[in-house]
């Protein structure tokens, strides 16, 4: 006998839990009295602990390390066009390759003006048969400038700090104290009206770690701080790493060479674009029946999707190691 | 973010591979959800509860990879169909019984009654699929389901009775395959 569907909606929500506490009570009536219900009550409840009682599956070791990977991949994708770098890049390649191109004929154009020069006859000489080894055509070879051995020398990068803050004046004064306190030499400027104070400065990495370290006790008064920096013309830049911690700064500073603070400052770029993406506490609020993931949502390790080393807090001074320079700019919060 | 995603990873996985039965694909699969999830985070307004939300994400992943693999996904069940031994089968005929109440712990201990369970929940069609895996697998309630599909909760209701009964027939076929090649 085929079963009413009406009635096994009822059944199965029955074994489910998922009827109203009357309805629960009828069912469990009808059942005790009608062995038809109680037999279907039977095999939906065995045929639900079937699926139930399946091993439970665990995602691969490496599904997190994955996520990482193509979440950093489509940061960087989507930040691209947007920054309209690439554009401008090549509309600057475009107009070297021009000058280049332009620069070339006008080298022919001379070259050729010089030849003509050497072996035009001159109006009144009689023209010699050629004789072996004379009056073949003159062969001029292109003049190449002596091949010069590339050497790609880490040579430091530049930087800029902007730091917003509502107490210029104080964050001054521990600045200026870090400074003399590292044995920094510092090249101040100040536009009071502006409330604007700029420290120019170059030393070694490790000098201007620890410069940035110094600063970590005020650094969350900051109402807004943005790195960037650039290298020289072989490393690409210029990276902006927006809302940047003090950890994260001198994560970027004292990395190994210039190559590796642009790849760590391009890392902090995208994790802290993708922070700022999270959504507000009121949102967070929402999320899920469970506190303790909203307070995970809220406090968002700044490194946690960013395997890279470990802030050194140990700083020693380098030898040998070229020289950084870095543009310390405090802006009044307006 | 990481401790959100270690939280929920092998919940989703499970769920996952219990919709499209491939192991390779489930994980794909999850780390897509995942990384829509963080993409589009800024999105999420609390309308719904973030756990029905990041599931409906990977649910509705799950269903379009189905759809778009339907048919290669058919041939392959046809090809491994099962053939339970006499001890599989006894269980099963025990689990279809009307007559008692089995123990869900003999399933865990026999992996080739996982199988036959597994193949014959691949065989459902999958938005009936998609509710049994969870209600029966993740545990949610019908409220929570009708959220995740987007649906309403009637039809919650019946998708999952027609599931449950598709779902016997289906394993009662398997078990008279089983007998008729006994004998």
Redesign the interface.
Known sequence: MK?D?KI??L???FV?G?LPPRQQTEIQRLAARDPEIS??L???????????????????GE??E??KV??ER?TLLEEQPASGVSTAGVIHLIARRFLAAAAMIALLGVLGYVVYQIVAPVPGTEVQPPVAGIGKPLRVEPTQPAAVPIVVADSGFSGRLEIQTATVAQADAVLKRAVEQNGLSALVASDDAAGIRTYKLVSSRQGVGRLIASLQSIWRSFDGVTLRIEGPGQFAGPVTVQAITSGQAVSIVTSKNTAASIETARSYAVINA?TQ???GR??L??????V???Q??AT??DK??IAGPEADTTLTPPKGEPNVSLTIVLLHTR | MERLIIKYQNRIFNVVLKMCGNSDDAAELTQEAFVKVIESIEKFKGRSSFYTWLFRIAVNLTLNYCQRHARTATRSLDAEDMEPDGTANQSLRDFLSDERAVDPAMVAQSRELCDLAMDALLKLEEPQRAVVVLRDIEGMNYTEIADVLNIELGTVRSRLSRARSNLREILEAMINEGGSKDR
Request: proline share 7%.
């Open positions: 079963a569907p096994d909606e059944l199965c929500s489910d998922e037999r279907r039977r095999q939906l409840q065995n045929c639900r602990a079937l699926v139930s009682a399946l091993p439970r599956s665990e995602a691969p599904l997190f994955q996520i193509a979440v489509k993708m993406r999270t959504p009121d949102v609020a929402a999320i899920s029946n469970d303790a993931v909203a995970d949502l968002i390790d946690v999707l």
